[in-house]
């Protein structure tokens, strides 16, 4: 796998209004450096321990993002530095993200993540939740809802895909203001489809840094 070659393929074929965020969990700090070194500066990771290693390893002007399910005992640990936290589902984890960014004198940009696939295993809020957790984060000084984010089923089936982002963009519509104005989905399998049907961030990484073991 050629790092470079992968990610200015990718970066050529997206719109230049799309954010690339880079999902270099798993991956070693030679790998990232080799994207950084080709200007890439964002960078996602989906477990606490591993992003906070790699944040005090790697260059100080990467931003991370995390992009896994973020339990709320372990908020505290990037707290300190996080640049945009994708997958909250929960309002306690709304106001436990408030309170430790508080801490660090920081306000802390958040994605609330929408459940559209059919699996029951994606985490995310209902559709019919989303008003009131948005509302919700109103009252939190030191957190900012910026966007939404979303996973769609893993299938073959581009249809669903496809109608599982639509679903998701319709939704963002509905919601989108001032400061509502990222919306994440797309990955490696299925970034195309998304962004056809609104994304402005993907998250990939296998098509960068290769399979996963
Ligand atoms: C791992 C992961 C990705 C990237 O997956 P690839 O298929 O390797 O591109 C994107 N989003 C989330 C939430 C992930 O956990």
């Not at 339990?71 to 640049?83: E, R, Y």
């Not at 945009?84 to 408030?98: A, R, W």
């Not at 958040?110 to 109103?138: M, P, R, W, Y």
Request: glycine share 6%; net charge neutral.
């Amino acid at each position: 796998m050629d790092i470079k070659v992968n990610l200015n393929t990718i970066l050529k074929s997206i719109p230049k209004e799309v954010t690339l965020v880079a999902v270099s969990k798993t991956r070693q700090n030679s790998a990232i450096i080799e994207a950084y070194q080709l200007g890439q500066r964002i960078f996602g990771e989906n477990k606490v321990q591993e992003l906070v290693q790699k944040y005090e390893e790697l260059p100080k002007d990467i931003y991370w993002h995390m992009i896994g399910h973020l339990q709320t005992n372990k908020v505290k640990f990037i707290a300190p530095f996080v640049s945009l936290i994708h997958g909250v589902d929960s309002v306690k984890l709304l106001k436990e993200i408030n309170k430790k960014a508080k801490q660090n004198n920081r306000v802390i940009d958040c994605l609330l993540q929408v459940h559209i696939a059919t699996e029951s295993t994606k985490f995310g809020f209902d559709i019919s939740e989303l008003s009131n957790a948005i509302n919700s984060a109103n009252e939190y000084q030191n957190i900012r809802i910026v966007g939404l984010m979303g996973m769609a089923t893993f299938t073959d089936n581009k249809q669903q895909v496809i109608q599982e982002f639509s679903s998701l963009k319709i939704v963002f519509d509905t919601v989108k203001n001032e400061d509502i104005t990222i919306l994440s989905m797309g990955m490696s399998g299925d970034y195309q489809l998304a962004i056809e049907q609104g994304s402005n961030m993907v998250r990939v990484g296998s098509a960068i840094f290769g399979h996963r073991n």
